[in-house]
């Protein structure tokens, strides 16, 4: 089945790291991504990682992958109050149309 | 580089009515794909266009209708408005052979149906 679960809420004090937690069901998926989402906006897109990584850092990003697990994370270093947001994690459906799979999203709110 | 835009930005619709939305990719992106995001909730795809023709489709009705045009814009169109077809509605382009699958997403349109 396709579903893709994360937790709701998460408030960190500003300084501190967020970790973000996401699990997944494709085992084929090839790719994991990462999107941010503002208030009224788009999905802004963060960062990715390819199926074969463990593990992959972008500035003050890291992202975790446990494939056996079907878990993956986002850790935000040094969580800033412009990181307050909805963060979306995403599979890439191994079928033959190139979908994004999203889970519900969790609510970053940071606190000054 | 221009990125995904989107319009119109929001729409108000009376149910049973029929409405048009409109994405320009990418520049360079072939595909784009069509979401729809509920209130809450995280987006669903609906469908996806690889040049000009229909690349799969999600869980929605057939009065959910697209097109992808030769310079790749595409419309999202929906017949009939129900009141649950009130969301946010993303469209996001991508090209498919830079190998890592990423789409990138316009602002969105909100559509509320009264």
């Known amino acids: 089945g396709e579903d893709v679960e994360q937790s709701l809420f998460l408030s960190v004090r500003e300084g501190d790291s967020s970790v973000i937690n996401c699990t997944y069901t494709?085992?084929?998926?090839?790719?994991l991504y990462w999107y941010k989402q503002e208030p009224g906006a788009g999905l802004q897109l963060l960062t990715y990682?390819?199926?074969?990584?463990d593990m992959k850092q972008d500035q003050r990003l890291t992202v975790l992958l446990n494939k056996k697990d079907k878990h993956l994370s986002l850790r935000i270093a040094d969580t800033q109050t412009g990181d307050s947001a909805i963060y979306f994690c995403?599979?890439?459906?191994?079928?033959?149309?190139?979908?994004?799979?999203f889970g519900t999203g969790t609510l970053l709110a940071v606190q000054p | 580089e221009t990125g995904v835009t989107q319009s119109p930005t929001h729409l108000i619709k009376t149910r049973g009515q029929q409405v048009t939305l409109r994405c320009s990719s990418q520049?360079?992106?072939?595909?784009v794909s069509w979401y729809q995001q509920a209130l809450g909730q995280g987006p669903q795809f609906i469908f996806q266009?690889?040049?000009?023709?229909?690349?799969g489709r999600g869980n929605f009705p057939p009065r959910f209708s697209g097109l992808q045009f030769p310079n790749y814009s595409s419309e999202l169109n929906v017949n009939a408005l129900e009141l649950d077809d009130s969301a946010l509605y993303l469209c996001?382009?991508?090209?498919?052979?830079?190998?890592?699958?990423?789409?990138?997403f316009g602002p969105g349109t909100r559509l509320t149906v009264t």
């Open positions: 996001a382009s991508s090209l498919p052979t830079s190998g890592t699958y990423e789409q990138y």
């Open positions: 494709d085992s084929s998926s090839t790719y």
């Open positions: 990682i390819f199926s074969n990584m």
């Open positions: 995403a599979e890439s459906w191994s079928g033959a149309t190139n979908k994004l799979i």
């Open positions: 520049s360079g992106h072939n595909t």
């Open positions: 266009y690889y040049r000009e023709e229909e690349n």
